[in-house]
């Protein structure tokens, strides 16, 4: 069992981060989850899990998702006394899920002002595993410069760019083709998507 770091940012899309902390906890893992004020607020919006009041946020992501609550712990933005906050806490790796054009920047700039920030700059200073979902579109220069920076970087860029060669029936089957893509990115066996033979 590893553990892995799943952050939910404030871009559309938080079903993407929460496909992800499935995949990881249906494969074993350990999860240690964190949002952004507005990824909570738009992971409400769209998905209906409410996770505002903070009390039980793991449980309810757990019920929601249908995983054991204790493969799950959560820390919320402001939290920067959190173990992920150290490099010196045992990580396999994280994923930014979905990735909005604000965090992109902050981790591109080393600005560390969130948990999410700062757990991404740990990535990057020990060299572990990073991988960003962003969304946003259109993309402006600024946009593909950040991303640049960091995929020079080593970073994981995996723009929610679901493909359609596999046929998707359902919009879960389009959500989890760009998870399961994040999980092939940092190892993690799945088949969230249908691979082309
Ligand atoms: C409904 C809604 C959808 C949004 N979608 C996106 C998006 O897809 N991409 C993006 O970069 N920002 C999006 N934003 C703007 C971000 O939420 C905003 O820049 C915020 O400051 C991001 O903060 P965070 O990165 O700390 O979560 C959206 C905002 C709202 C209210």
Redesign the pocket.
């Known amino acids: 069992m590893c553990r892995y770091i799943v952050a939910i ?5 938080s079903a993407y981060g929460l496909s992800v902390i499935k995949g990881l906890a249906d494969a074993g893992h350990e999860v240690i989850v964190t949002a ?1 004020r ?2 909570i607020l ?1 992971m409400k ?1 769209e998905t209906g899990v409410d996770i505002s009041g903070m009390n039980s946020a793991a449980g309810i992501i757990a019920e929601k998702l249908g995983i054991d609550k204790k493969s799950i712990i959560f820390y919320p933005e402001d939290d920067l006394h959190a173990p992920i906050s150290s490099g010196s806490f045992e990580t396999s790796g994280m994923v930014i899920a ?1 990735c ?4 992109l920047s902050g981790v591109a700039n080393g600005y560390a002002n ?1 948990l999410i920030e700062r757990a991404a700059d740990v990535m990057l200073k020990e060299r572990r595993a990073l991988v960003l979902i962003p ?2 579109t259109p993309i402006s220069a600024i946009h593909l410069e950040n991303m640049l920076k960091l995929a020079r970087l080593g970073v994981h860029i995996l723009p929610a760019m679901p493909g359609f060669y596999n046929k998707p029936k359902t919009i879960q089957d389009i959500i989890d083709n760009v998870s399961g893509r994040a999980l092939d990115l940092i190892g993690i066996n799945n088949d969230l998507y249908r691979r082309w033979k």
Not at 9 to 13: N, Q
Not at 100 to 103: A, E, I, L
């Open positions: 940012s404030g871009a559309s899309g952004s507005e990824g738009i919006d979905p909005s054009m604000k965090t969130n969304r946003e």
